[in-house]
C-alpha cells in the first residue's frame, strides 16, 4: 500500500467568511471597528486588560453563532484520501468541528484561556462559559485569551514549517499574507511542491503558484476537480 500523499493546508479569516465569521482586512474588517493595537496587541493588553477580555468574550459569542461551511467540510472529506494537516491563523475552531483531525493553531484559540503567570497552562472555555475578566481565577491562577497577541512570538511556527516542508501538496485558502510569520509559510515548500492559492482577491504570490480566484467553498470543489486530474 503506497503512503498516502501529505497535503497541507495554510488557512486564514476568509476560510470561514461564508461562515458568517467577518474576516480582519476586507470592507467592514474587524480591524475597521477595533483598533487592533488596542484589543489584539500585547501593550493593550497590559494598558486594558478588560477592553480585551470583553473584546474576545464578543468574538466567542459571535463564534459560538456560526457553523463550519462546505470549505472546511471540503477539507475534512479529504482525509479519506490524503494524509491532511491544516495550519490555521483562525482562532475559531471551526476546521475541528467540520471534522478535520490535524489542526494546528498559529495564532491560538477563542475557546481557551491561559494562565497569566504560566503559558503551559491553559483551560478549555465552555459554550455555556466562556466569558472571563480581569479578575477571573481559574484552579488559583488569573488568566488571558490563550491568542497570540502582535507582538508576541508564534511557538507553533517552528512545528508548521516542519509540516510545510513535508507537504506533497500545499494549499493556501482565504489570507491576505499580510501577517508574518505565517505569511513565510509558503517559502518552505521542497521545490517542485505544487502550491494552490484560493481567494476571491488574491494577494501577489509568487509566479508558479497556481491561484484559484473563487471564494472558499466553489474554490474548494475547483481544486478538488484539479486534484482529481
Ligand atoms: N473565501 C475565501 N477567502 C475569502 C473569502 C471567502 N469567501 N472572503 C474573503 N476572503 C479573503 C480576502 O480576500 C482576504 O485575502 O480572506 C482574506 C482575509 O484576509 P485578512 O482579513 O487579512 O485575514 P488573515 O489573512 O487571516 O489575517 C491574518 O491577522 O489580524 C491578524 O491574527 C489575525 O490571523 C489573523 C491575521
Given at each position: 500500500m503506497t503512503a498516502r500523499k501529505k497535503i497541507v493546508f495554510s488557512t486564514g479569516a476568509g476560510v470561514s467568511a461564508e461562515s458568517g465569521i467577518t474576516t480582519f482586512r476586507d470592507a467592514e474588517g474587524l480591524w475597521e471597528k477595533h483598533n487592533v493595537m488596542d484589543v489584539a496587541s500585547h501593550e493593550g493588553f497590559l494598558r486594558n486588560p478588560a477592553l480585551v477580555h470583553s473584546f474576545y468574550n464578543a468574538r466567542r459569542r459571535d463564534m459560538l453563532a456560526t457553523a463550519p461551511n462546505d470549505a472546511h467540510r471540503a477539507?475534512?472529506?479529504l482525509e479519506k484520501d490524503y494524509d491532511v494537516y491544516v495550519i490555521t491563523q483562525n482562532v475559531d475552531e471551526l476546521h475541528e468541528m467540520a471534522g478535520s483531525s490535524q489542526?494546528?493553531?498559529?495564532?491560538?484559540?477563542?475557546?481557551?484561556?491561559?494562565?497569566?503567570?504560566?503559558?503551559?497552562?491553559?483551560?478549555?472555555?465552555?459554550?455555556?462559559n466562556y466569558e472571563t475578566t480581569p479578575e477571573t481565577i481559574i484552579d488559583g491562577h488569573h488568566v488571558r485569551p490563550d491568542i497570540v497577541f502582535f507582538g508576541e512570538a508564534v511557538p507553533m511556527f517552528e512545528p508548521a514549517v516542519e509540516l510545510v516542508a513535508q507537504a506533497d501538496i500545499f494549499v493556501i485558502i482565504g489570507t491576505t499574507l499580510s501577517v508574518y510569520p505565517a505569511a513565510a509559510l509558503l517559502r518552505y515548500v521542497k521545490p517542485g511542491t505544487p502550491v494552490y492559492y484560493i481567494d476571491p482577491n488574491p494577494a501577489q504570490v509568487p509566479h508558479g503558484v497556481t491561484v484559484i480566484a473563487q471564494p472558499a467553498t466553489t474554490g474548494m470543489r475547483t481544486l478538488m476537480d484539479m486534484l482529481r486530474k
Amino acid at each position: 500500500m503506497t503512503a498516502r500523499k501529505k497535503i497541507v493546508f495554510s488557512t486564514g479569516a476568509g476560510v470561514s467568511a461564508e461562515s458568517g465569521i467577518t474576516t480582519f482586512r476586507d470592507a467592514e474588517g474587524l480591524w475597521e471597528k477595533h483598533n487592533v493595537m488596542d484589543v489584539a496587541s500585547h501593550e493593550g493588553f497590559l494598558r486594558n486588560p478588560a477592553l480585551v477580555h470583553s473584546f474576545y468574550n464578543a468574538r466567542r459569542r459571535d463564534m459560538l453563532a456560526t457553523a463550519p461551511n462546505d470549505a472546511h467540510r471540503a477539507i475534512a472529506e479529504l482525509e479519506k484520501d490524503y494524509d491532511v494537516y491544516v495550519i490555521t491563523q483562525n482562532v475559531d475552531e471551526l476546521h475541528e468541528m467540520a471534522g478535520s483531525s490535524q489542526v494546528m493553531h498559529l495564532h491560538g484559540k477563542l475557546m481557551s484561556a491561559r494562565a497569566l503567570d504560566d503559558d503551559s497552562l491553559t483551560w478549555k472555555l465552555t459554550p455555556d462559559n466562556y466569558e472571563t475578566t480581569p479578575e477571573t481565577i481559574i484552579d488559583g491562577h488569573h488568566v488571558r485569551p490563550d491568542i497570540v497577541f502582535f507582538g508576541e512570538a508564534v511557538p507553533m511556527f517552528e512545528p508548521a514549517v516542519e509540516l510545510v516542508a513535508q507537504a506533497d501538496i500545499f494549499v493556501i485558502i482565504g489570507t491576505t499574507l499580510s501577517v508574518y510569520p505565517a505569511a513565510a509559510l509558503l517559502r518552505y515548500v521542497k521545490p517542485g511542491t505544487p502550491v494552490y492559492y484560493i481567494d476571491p482577491n488574491p494577494a501577489q504570490v509568487p509566479h508558479g503558484v497556481t491561484v484559484i480566484a473563487q471564494p472558499a467553498t466553489t474554490g474548494m470543489r475547483t481544486l478538488m476537480d484539479m486534484l482529481r486530474k
